[in-house]
């Protein structure tokens, strides 16, 4: 069954962020994320094997969520459709993505700064958008100001957000869900302290939305 945009957003407070170098490490990693209690998961397209990486988690992970990040122009966003991403998530968005998207039915979690840039998501029926790059983009002052003439779009924030941050960023009206690393960071993963990255998806998934 296909999920929503607002499953994705909706189902656990944080959406790990993971970048992965290894396709052995795809499989372990993920199972490691969705016992910690994360079950939505953007694998972004930044390594050579990210493609196989969401195709071998859809494959031996059923409880997972996957989708696809880094995606930023129609071919990546076929690529990862072809892999089976559930979900497309893109830092920036471009007329020519975002048609292509809308012409897919694939769910779009699109990326946003500015106002402008809400206001044309808004104009083709995107309500739910991913704030990034969160921190460096005003984060939680930027959130409260968007929120003032825009109180019907809902966010998860990406970028810079950490344990510290996560729990102001979801006390937010306009916040569904939080983006991060931070359960999964390239030491751990590279050190396969598969405990480490489930005590961290645990504390994650105990946040407040
Ligand atoms: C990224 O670009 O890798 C994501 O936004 C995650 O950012 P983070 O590493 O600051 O959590």
Redesign the pocket.
Known sequence: MSVTIKEVMTTSPVMP?M?INHLEHAVPLARALVDGGLKVLEI?LRTPVALECIRRIKAEVPDAIVGAGTIINPHTLYQAIDAGAEFIVS?GITENLLNEALASGVPILPGVITPSEVMRLLEKGINAMKF??A?AAGGIPMLKSLGGPLPQVTFCP?????PKNAPEYLALKNVACV????MAPADLVDAEDWAEITRRASEAAALKK
Not at 158 to 162: A, E, F, I, Q
């Open positions: 962020v970048v972004t830092p990034f790059p921190e990406t970028g810079g957000v950490n983006g991060g690393s931070w």
